[in-house]
């Protein structure tokens, strides 16, 4: 089950596809879904988390947090969207394309991809990008 939480942010309309859209992209990794919370927040919120479980003083769009137990996935996602619709502009990007990629993200690392390597992040980024486009097609 995928849900969606709101701290010290308004909360905002999620598309009625997304969870399944996600739910799909885990048995596309031949996972299966279990308990997912998506925390959307603000930068403060989040830079408290970062600094408080991981000991980093910084701004980030994500963290995850894996409780991920054999192929059931789970875990909590810390979302910051003031720093997607940054990321978006920076990116020259539309905020909902940046969205959903942060959101496969989060979900990509549950299902063991990391991003510290550049190939690591590049292959983040294709397993990302093919996500996206299949949800264009809901």
């Known amino acids: 089950m995928i849900n969606y939480f709101f701290e010290n942010i308004d909360s905002r309309d999620i598309h009625p596809d997304t969870s399944k859209w996600l739910e ?17 927040c603000d930068d403060d919120y989040l830079l408290k988390v970062n600094q408080d479980y991981l000991d980093h003083d910084y701004y ?17 996602i810390f979302v910051s969207l003031p720093r997607i619709l940054d990321n978006a502009s920076t990116l020259f990007q539309n ?8 959101l496969a993200h989060g979900i ?7 991003d510290k390597t550049e190939e690591e992040k590049s292959q983040m980024r294709a397993k990302e990008d093919f996500y996206i486009n299949q949800f264009k097609n809901f």
Do not use: A, M, W
Not at 62 to 76: C, L, P, Q
């Open 60 to 76: 980030t769009d994500i963290i995850t947090f894996d409780y991920v137990k054999g192929k059931t996935i789970s875990g909590d």
């Open 95 to 102: 905020f909902e394309s940046e969205f959903n990629r942060v």
């Open 24 to 40: 799909n992209l885990i048995i596309s990794e031949n996972k299966k879904p279990g308990e997912i919370n998506y925390i959307f």
């Open 108 to 114: 990509l690392h549950l299902c063991g991809y990391k």
